[in-house]
């Protein structure tokens, strides 16, 4: 019995932090799969959108971090293919 309500604690907990928009440090960490140390180093290089509205504590708000995972997306094989076509054909030079 105590390990289905502390599981449903934990769900319920998860919906939570699913549900929040600015996220702390250590929320921030969790989202990202990052370590602390790392996330830290990117905030001190301003690599990685975030906020400081004391000066100490830090923020992020969930979708400026989404949007940084997907800032370098990688091409399929098939979208290198489609874009190689593409260009072969508009930049063909005309046949005299």
């Known amino acids: 019995m105590d390990k289905t309500l502390e599981m449903r604690v934990e769900e319920l907990e998860q919906m939570l932090f699913l549900q929040k928009n600015v996220l702390s440090f250590d929320e921030a960490s969790k989202f990202l799969n990052l370590s602390k140390s790392y996330l830290y180093k990117l905030t001190s290089g301003n690599l990685i959108p975030h906020y400081k509205p004391q000066g100490k504590m830090l923020f992020f708000e969930r979708a400026d971090l989404e949007a940084w995972l997907r800032q370098n997306p990688i091409k399929t094989q098939?979208?290198?293919?489609?874009?190689a076509q593409k260009y072969i054909l508009s930049n063909r030079p005309l046949k005299k």
Do not use: A, L, M, T
Not at 78 to 83: G, L
């Open 78 to 83: 098939v979208q290198i293919e489609q874009e």
